[in-house]
DNA sequence: ATAGGGTTAG
């Protein structure tokens, strides 16, 4: 059976009511780190449930564990040689030390931005802004670290700054990220009662984005009737949200209804993002037809498509096995001026790949070239699997040494897909040799890798390998520690 | 200056 998004894992283990609330990345700080490098398959590193108990533990431990990162003196070394010259932490320089922290904020590197932010609160010229904080906790809230957040936010008041609707919201987006429903709403509760924090149209529609995200749908009407009742008017991100949540979980009725509510609504017209939305929910589900006439719908409503809604019309098509359908979209971009992007390539090259249609990918590969639309790591993913299916594994040395020759950032994902050609193809030893050559290019195995390759051992029959993986990967890592690496042939 | 923007792997 298919579970909708595959994201209900946590609501079925939790018998405590309606907003029981699942294991979370702050359980573990060592896995919330891996989970935060694991980028979407977070949910895989917390399949136990944490006890009402131990939550509660670590909700006190919180603040501790915080001021301590704050005092970490690790970072200031960091930010001494890069970006600042001066011996004392406390004289730094204003712009080295905020640069410093959007750096670290936006690449979410949440334990150092919080050890900067430390840094930053003992400079003689640190002026605390709400806005500084808002942006932590929003940034915390991304890394699954909603108590840090709930920390931070205690920090602020006790700088005595005045709290404004703006960081209210920051955190009720951190609780909800990471699905701690009680705490965000008794939050918003808590802006009800302050006469200049009244919860607005964005505290909802964050809140709502979060219920959508963690498929939380069954909470939906409530915090509707809750801004009906605030007189609080949703906006059109506010129906997109929604329109968008219902579509990525396959809940065509609920989102049309939705779309509905949404015309119906004063002053709320349907944009590209909603057609898009829309398009890309029917299309996903397969369902070509309904999707070509949303397409018709939004024209008459003269809602113009984007380079986005074509790049969801070649996908709907290329995986529904209507390449001429595909290729329409192409020609009628072209004549609407709209230039191609990696993405619609990417979007052509994959579907061809699926087909069989290896004469077209290529030619489609050339001429994203030569029109100057730079390949990135997804491209040559989608090609690898085209040549894999098509059991053409000669051609995929010469796309390893394509990559090699273009400054392209090779990835995971990348590595998976070059992993698993040679995994389903039985060439166990070659798989094993792109595991090296994937730790030589800095790219972290993940769950994905280590589930392919099992299945690549079963396959091969080498079942003791497959139940002892963790042997076999501790043999290549020393292997590769010895630097025994990639035999160069496969790329000379 | 607070929200969405959709290509890849088992």
Redesign the pocket.
């Known amino acids: 059976m298919e579970l909708p998004g ?1 994201c209900s894992l946590h609501w079925q283990t939790q018998g405590r009511g309606a907003l029981a609330r699942p294991a979370t990345a702050a359980a573990s700080p060592s896995a919330a780190a891996a989970s935060q490098r694991s ?3 977070r949910r ?1 590193f917390f399949p136990r449930s944490l006890g009402e108990g131990e939550g509660r533990a670590l909700w006190r431990e919180s603040g501790k564990e915080l001021s301590k990162i704050l005092r970490e003196e690790a970072a200031i070394g960091g930010v001494e040689r890069k970006a600042i010259s001066s011996t004392s932490t406390h004289r730094l320089w204003p712009k080295a030390v905020l640069g410093a922290l959007d750096d670290a904020v936006s690449n979410n590197q949440w334990e150092s931005a919080l050890q900067i932010f430390g840094l930053l609160r003992k400079q003689k010229w640190y002026n605390p802004k709400g ?1 500084t904080f ?1 942006r932590l906790m ?1 940034m915390l809230g991304r890394c699954g670290q909603p108590r840090h957040a709930g920390s931070l936010f205690q920090i602020m008041l006790s700088e005595g700054l005045r709290p404004t ?2 960081v209210y ?2 955190l009720v ?1 951190a609780y909800g990220r990471n699905a701690f429903w009680e705490e965000a709403l008794a939050l918003i509760d808590e802006m009800k009662s302050l006469p200049t924090c009244h919860p ?3 505290t909802y ?2 809140f709502i ?1 979060c219920l959508c995200k963690q498929r939380r749908f069954d909470l939906i009407p409530r915090a509707l009737a809750e801004m009906k009742q605030l007189g609080i008017s949703p ?4 129906h ?2 929604i329109i ?1 949540g219902y ?2 979980a396959k809940m065509l009725e609920e989102m049309e209804s939705s779309l509905s509510e949404m015309i119906a609504c004063e002053g709320c017209l349907p ?4 057609l ?2 829309i398009l ?1 929910a029917y299309g996903d589900c397969g369902l070509i037809q309904e999707m070509e006439r949303s397409f018709d719908e939004f024209q008459h409503m003269g809602v113009e498509p ?1 380079v ?2 074509f ?2 019309l070649i ?1 709907s098509y290329g995986r529904a096995g209507l390449q001429a359908k595909m290729c329409l979209v192409m020609d009628f971009m072209k004549k609407r001026f709209f230039s191609p992007t ?2 619609t390539f ?2 052509m090259i ?1 579907s061809f790949g699926r087909a069989g249609n290896i004469e077209k990918m290529e030619e489609t590969f050339r001429l994203m070239k030569f029109q100057g639309v730079k390949p ?4 040559y ?2 090609i690898v ?1 085209g040549y894999s299916r098509a059991g053409l594994l000669v051609r995929i040395p010469l796309i390893l040494r394509q990559t090699e020759n273009s400054d392209v950032a090779l ?4 590595f ?2 070059v992993i ?1 050609a040679y995994g ?1 193809a039985g060439e166990v030893e070659i798989m094993e040799e792109m595991f090296l050559f994937m730790r030589e290019k800095h790219c972290k195995p ?4 280590l ?2 390759m099992i ?1 690549a051992y079963r396959g091969a029959g080498m079942l003791q390998v497959a139940e002892n993986l963790d042997t076999r990967l501790l043999e290549l890592d020393k292997q590769f520690r010895q630097g025994a690496c990639l035999k160069r042939g496969m790329l000379e």
């Open positions: 595959g980028g979407r398959n895989l806005r808002a929003m609707p703006d919201t920051a987006g607005d149209v964005y529609t964050i984005d906006n059109v991100v506010t997109n949200i968008d579509g990525k944009d590209e993002c909603t898009n939305s890309w984007d986005t809604t790049n969801i996908r990696t993405v990417n979007s994959d990135n790591s997804v491209t993913c989608s699997s990835d995971t994902p990348f998976n897909c698993n389903e993940d769950s994905v890798t589930a392919t299945q």
